[in-house]
């Protein structure tokens, strides 16, 4: 039967292994938000009234708020890597202490996130919040920069490797793709993480940068995490 073939089809199978991952369903919110952040600009700038605004912005704000709600604890995740990263003796310096600063940067991002939700939600506001919430953006400025330094320095060794790869014999073709696909892996990050961070340099003050670009930005980077997480779900 017709629905028998759509809900035991594999493409289902993988959307309900995906859902089911919370980071699944934060990539999926965070595009929806950020979306809503540029669109909301598009339409102030072109003068719409503001009924027709007022439900991309609701989205925007409450889309934010369940975000930063599921990452409430996902800090102990971050200082977890973070040693795990700075015990890794074997690993490239350069690398390494690019790993910790990133881990650290996201752990304390995350901590003092989860310590202004409860103003964000109006529980209990605090007279602070604001202020911790910049320090939480510096935070993630400074993650976002330690990784954005780990994928140039990781290109810069692929192209070094690359040099060295002798590819009239079999092992070196098999060496190449391999190469190639890590190139490729290191580039979409890079895009992701410059996507990124356009929203603590906008909040920071660091760039002089509108909702319309934020948005695309965040945008973009959502999307490559909704097919890298859409990826890591798949199965033969």
């Avoid at 310590?115 to 510096?138: F, H, N």
């Amino acid at each position: 039967m017709v629905v028998d073939a759509l809900i035991y089809h594999p493409t289902v199978s993988h959307y309900l292994r995906f859902v089911a991952t919370t980071v699944g369903r934060d990539k999926l919110l965070r595009t929806l938000q950020y979306f809503s952040r540029f669109y909301a600009w598009y339409l102030f700038r072109t003068n719409t009234p503001a009924r027709l605004v007022a439900p991309f912005e609701a989205i925007k704000k409450h889309f934010g708020l369940t975000r930063k709600c599921l990452r409430i604890g996902k800090n102990v995740e971050h200082f977890k890597a973070a040693a795990v990263a700075a015990d890794g003796k074997g690993a490239d310096a350069v690398v390494r202490y690019c790993a910790v600063g990133r881990q650290l940067g996201y752990a304390g991002y995350l901590t003092l996130d989860t310590v202004t939700y409860l103003d964000a939600a109006g529980i209990r506001p605090m007279a602070s919040a604001k202020r911790l919430q910049q320090e939480a953006y510096r935070f993630w400025f400074a993650g976002l920069s330690f990784n954005v330094v780990a994928g140039l320095y990781t290109l810069w060794q692929i192209r070094q490797k690359e040099a060295g790869v002798d590819k009239s014999n079999g092992e070196g073709v098999v060496e190449s793709k391999k190469l190639v696909r890590e190139r490729n892996t290191t580039n979409l990050q890079l895009i992701s993480d410059l996507c990124d961070i356009t929203v603590p340099s906008a909040a920071l003050g660091y760039a002089n940068l509108d909702d319309g670009i934020v948005g695309l930005a965040g945008t973009v980077s959502s999307l490559i995490g909704v097919w890298a997480t859409w990826k890591k779900t798949a199965r033969d």
